[in-house]
């Protein structure tokens, strides 16, 4: 069976090496038993959203997230259809804000009902999180200027480090298939149980039998947790 990955603006929204995140999650699907296709679609190419089993944005500068907007809303319907239909999605870094109502001064998609406030200074730091209605940590930094407001489901609880805002003690939002944080670079091979869960998503997609097949990866385990170890020292 086939899986279609779409790395969405692959070229101007790798800031801190989010191709990573394409590369594990292929992996991983191949050991799985899919036949995986990565299609890296940037600015004026031509897409048909339908096709993808996950679609993954990361992280850029401003500059490049203001072009990116302009781009993607003639993708808007396509995008709200894809959310609508459980695909997943993974946006991290700033890229989830597109789908907002905003980014700094400029109108978001609006897919989700969610605000960006933007500060001069930048908020930085590690961070550690706990999934809500999972029993799993994840680990990571976030680099950002903005603090993020919604009434949503949000995606992670904060146990140390910085969250969406000064009000509240959660990170990211979550709507069916979709996920968004601010958390920068390979958080799938960081993570492995996030990774994980979205792996079964779209095996389940694909093929309502799926069952996961249980793996061992010692070298991913072994990193979240000495990552892990070392941010709750921080703590």
């Known amino acids: 069976m086939e899986a279609n ?5 692959y070229d ?12 594990i999650m292929k992996k991983h699907l191949e050991e799985q038993g899919f036949t995986v296709n990565v299609d890296k679609k940037t600015i004026g190419d031509t897409i048909d959203f339908q096709k993808y089993s996950f679609i993954y944005m990361g992280c850029g500068t401003e500059k490049n997230l203001s072009h990116v907007l302009k781009d993607i809303r003639k993708y808007e319907t396509q995008i709200r259809n894809c959310i ?10 700033n890229s989830f804000e597109v789908f907002g109502k905003n980014v700094e001064k400029e109108k978001g998609l609006g897919i989700f009902d969610f605000e960006c406030v933007t500060f001069e200074d930048r908020i930085t730091g590690d961070v550690i999180y706990e999934s809500l209605n999972d029993n799993y940590k994840v680990v ?12 949503m489901l949000p995606l992670f609880k904060v146990q140390f480090g910085i969250g969406e805002n000064k009000k509240n003690d959660f990170e990211g939002v979550n709507y069916l298939n979709f996920y968004g944080t601010h958390i920068l670079g390979p958080v799938l091979s960081r993570n492995p149980e996030f990774l994980k869960k979205l792996i079964i998503e779209i095996g389940t997609n694909l093929d309502e ?3 996961y097949i249980e793996k061992e990866y010692p070298y991913e385990e072994t990193s979240h ?8 020292n921080k703590k």
């Open 5 to 9: 990955i779409l790395h969405l603006y």
């Open 12 to 23: 101007i929204l790798n800031l801190y090496g989010e191709y990573g995140n394409v590369v």
């Open 84 to 93: 609508a239909n459980k695909t997943v999605i993974l946006a991290t870094g």
């Open 140 to 151: 990571g930094s976030i680099n950002k200027m903005t603090e993020i407001y919604h009434n």
């Open 209 to 211: 039998k799926f069952k």
């Open 225 to 232: 947790q000495l990552i892990l170890s070392e941010l709750e």
